[in-house]
């Protein structure tokens, strides 16, 4: 069983930056993959990043790629988000999630997922 808490969401203009982060209970952590998704109103969950199980291999969906790092410290039980050069488009609630999968870039092939944290991009 694991439990994800995220945080760091807000508001910020846009070409600012936030940093997410996303604590997780369990002594199994380390054993997930850890993904990134969004949600903006009216849209469907989609996929942002998602990060290995040893931090080695990271995956990052075109329309973030350059801008967000996803990266995690397992001796911390916790996957962290940077956003640089955010776009109003970019606002939406940002969920983590944890997958056994190898399929990280899927919605449904993950097992655990936090409660959300709203970003905002004002233009």
């Known amino acids: 069983q694991v439990q994800l808490v995220e945080s760091g969401g807000g508001l910020v203009q846009a070409g600012g930056s936030l940093r997410l982060s996303c604590a997780a209970s369990?002594?199994?952590?380390?054993?997930?993959?850890m993904g990134w998704f969004r949600q903006a109103p009216g849209k469907e969950r989609e996929f942002a990043a998602a990060?290995?199980?040893?931090?080695?291999?990271?995956y990052y969906a075109d329309s973030v790629k350059g801008r967000f790092t996803i990266s995690r410290d397992n001796a911390k039980n916790t996957v962290y988000l940077q956003m640089n050069s955010l776009k109003p488009e970019d606002t939406a609630v940002y969920y983590c999630?944890?997958?056994?999968?190898?399929?990280?870039?899927?919605?449904?092939?993950?097992?655990?997922w936090g409660q959300g944290t709203q970003v905002t991009v004002s233009s």
């Open positions: 990060i290995l199980w040893s931090g080695g291999i990271t």
């Open positions: 369990g002594r199994t952590f380390s054993r997930y993959a």
């Open positions: 999630a944890a997958t056994r999968s190898v399929v990280m870039t899927i919605a449904g092939e993950y097992d655990y």
